[in-house]
């Protein structure tokens, strides 16, 4: 199933990083600093005004890692936890703000080996990061969600560049990508430059999928804060707080509350633009008013009225 704690922290990936000699992170520790590194990436990014809010307005799902820990489904290793935490802070890598690298980056190994799991294929999960083959089959569980009905995954070796990856607990080989054609799913090398593609993270590195949504897309440089842009393509700017000023054509930092906002996009993450006054107001907070989840902070759900905190899921028995 291909989810686990990136997905509970929902810290976005990068390249891999090296573990520094003799530094580690106790499992006691770890929770917090990973939460810090979210909320850091999370101001830097525009999605929180600061630090603090973040935190405040934010859940960990903790306790099914906690007892994996404690039975023994789970191992942890603080060093490459401590490398994990610095990968995902690092502005240039996990805490980048740009989308090309957000596309383009995978989970850093560091992140993967701080857990590794014990159970057997077959065996009862929750996690990803308790099975041996790091694959928690949820196909067994109601809307094939995350539940304590699911099974491991058999392990599997990477699929070869031309191989068959039409299964969903295909992992293609290091370097290709699994890319869905008029005769199936196979492995492939990534699009070059300036060609057509139909896939979002299918181009090279440094380059994405983009379209105007009238026609097939180009694998393409999103333009950076101060570079032309165009107001009607997908992705219109490389940095998530930055948006394709439609008069100017060139991106510019979005505004934050009490800015205008005459066209809609000019609004910084944790603001939203009023339709009414056609200007930038915060985000809801947890347990203020609300219609929809986009009234409320990134993580929130609006449930009666209120921007509330997802409910934490307790261990399985």
């Known amino acids: 199933m291909r989810r686990g704690l990136a997905g509970l922290f929902t810290l976005l990936g990068a390249s891999t990083c090296g573990e520094e000699a003799g530094k580690s992170l106790a499992f006691a520790d770890h929770f917090a600093a990973l939460a810090q590194a979210k909320c850091e990436r999370g101001v830097r990014c525009g999605t929180f005004p600061d ?8 859940v960990q799902q903790t306790a099914q890692v906690t007892a994996g820990i404690d039975s023994g489904k789970i191992k942890y290793d603080g060093s490459a936890a401590a490398a994990c935490v610095d990968a995902l802070s ?30 057997a294929d077959n065996g009862a999960c929750f996690l990803d990061e308790e099975c041996v ?16 009905a699911a099974r491991c995954a058999a392990t599997s070796s990477p699929v070869l560049l031309g191989g068959d990856c039409a299964n969903s607990f295909s992992q293609c080989a290091e370097g290709t990508i699994c890319k869905t054609t008029d005769t199936g799913s196979i492995c492939t090398t990534r699009t070059a430059p300036d060609q057509p593609c139909t896939e979002l993270t299918e181009c090279a590195a440094g380059y994405v999928c983009n379209s105007d949504r009238t026609a097939p897309g180009t694998c393409a440089r999103l333009p950076e804060e101060g570079q032309s842009c165009s107001a009607t ?9 930055t948006f394709c000023d439609p008069v100017a054509l060139k991106c510019v930092r979005k505004v934050s509350g009490g800015g205008a906002c005459p066209s809609g996009p000019e609004c910084i993450a944790h603001t939203r633009c009023d339709t009414a006054t056609r200007t930038c107001v915060p985000r809801g907070r947890v347990g203020e008013g609300c219609t929809a989840a986009l009234d409320c902070l990134d993580g929130l759900t609006c449930a009666a009225g209120q921007c509330l905190l997802p409910t934490v899921a307790p261990a399985c028995p």
Do not use: H
């Open 90 to 119: 690092a502005p240039d890598e996990g805490g980048s703000c740009s989308l090309t690298v957000q596309l383009a980056a995978a989970v850093p190994r560091s992140c993967r080996d701080m857990f590794q799991g014990t159970v």
């Open 133 to 148: 083959s790091r694959n928690c089959d949820t196909s067994a569980c109601p809307l094939a969600i995350m539940c304590c």
């Open 51 to 58: 630090v603090s809010t973040c935190r405040a307005n934010s």
């Open 233 to 241: 393509v997908l992705f219109a700017c490389d940095e998530s707080t």
